[in-house]
């Protein structure tokens, strides 16, 4: 590798020391990690999807998956779960992967605006490229899928609206960001391979919510988030600092579930 490319590699993909990933960590909790969320999301779905059989629901795993704001937390506490105990075979408690938090002035609350107001336009942008390139010809298809008519209970409305974005935000930044991300890094040694691995997985859970059996609807779910994704990604290796990135994240996923409620 050439000395320049690889000085860029190492100074602006190279996350900086990080005191709370140990040495000698079981390889195991990255490598499941990295792709529970959207095992969990897929299972919660079809497991909605066969109550919704039993009970006769018409077209039974798509009627599931407008529940995905409520199904989600069940990724959630599964991935919590994970983190608690792999965290603490490694001595380190689930605070530890939030790092520093710093609310003087509003520090954090003012960077994670500033990330969001960075971030937004990106993820707007890269669905609306998706879309056309994928949609061109029969854009109902796609309303058909995300904004489509799906009456909720009012207690599933306000619980995405109040509850499911405060548990998910956190725990997605964690799971993927604070765990995974530097240690597979320290299982490859390699930053690319690692972003490359974790950005693809972090992706994929966002075609699992819901998940919809069709090749276009997925394409266009990764390619409308892998670019946001890998923006956000980057931003976390060069600071390493989680709060500001939740704060962000919460932002972002409010509009989802303002969308959601609405449509």
Not at 166 to 180: D, F, G, K, M, R
Not at 218 to 224: E, I, N, T, V
Request: overall charge positive; charged content about 15%.
């Amino acid at each position: 590798m050439p000395l320049g490319l690889e000085t860029v590699n190492a100074q602006t993909f190279a996350p900086k020391p990080d005191r709370s990933v140990p040495r000698g960590f079981a390889w195991t909790g990255p490598v499941m990690l990295v792709c529970l969320r959207s095992v969990l999301l897929i299972a919660a779905q079809a497991s909605l999807a066969l109550l919704l059989l039993l009970r006769g629901t018409p077209q039974p795993w798509r009627n599931a998956g407008d529940w995905w704001a409520v199904y989600g937390t069940v990724a959630d506490v599964g991935c919590l779960l994970a983190l608690h105990f792999f965290t603490r075979r490694e001595g380190l408690r689930l605070r530890d992967l939030l790092g520093p938090v710093r609310m003087r002035l509003g520090h954090d609350l003012w960077l994670g605006l500033g990330y969001y107001l960075l971030l937004f336009p990106v993820y707007f942008a890269s669905t609306v490229v998706a879309k056309r390139l994928l949609f061109a010809s029969d854009g109902n298809t796609l309303v058909r899928y995300l904004s489509h008519a799906h009456p909720l209970p009012l207690w599933a409305t306000v619980y995405g609206l109040s509850v499911w974005w405060l548990i998910w935000s956190p725990t997605e930044e964690a799971t993927y960001q604070a765990y995974c991300l530097p240690r597979w890094r320290q299982l490859t040694g390699n930053s690319w391979v690692s972003i490359s691995m974790v950005g693809f997985w972090w992706t994929a859970q966002h075609c699992a919510l819901p998940l919809i059996l069709d090749w276009r609807y997925l394409l266009f779910r990764f390619l409308a988030f892998l670019p946001g994704i890998l923006l956000t990604m980057f931003i976390y290796l060069r600071t390493r600092r989680l709060a500001p990135m939740i704060f962000a994240h919460w932002l972002l996923d409010i509009s989802a579930a303002i969308f959601h409620a609405i449509y």
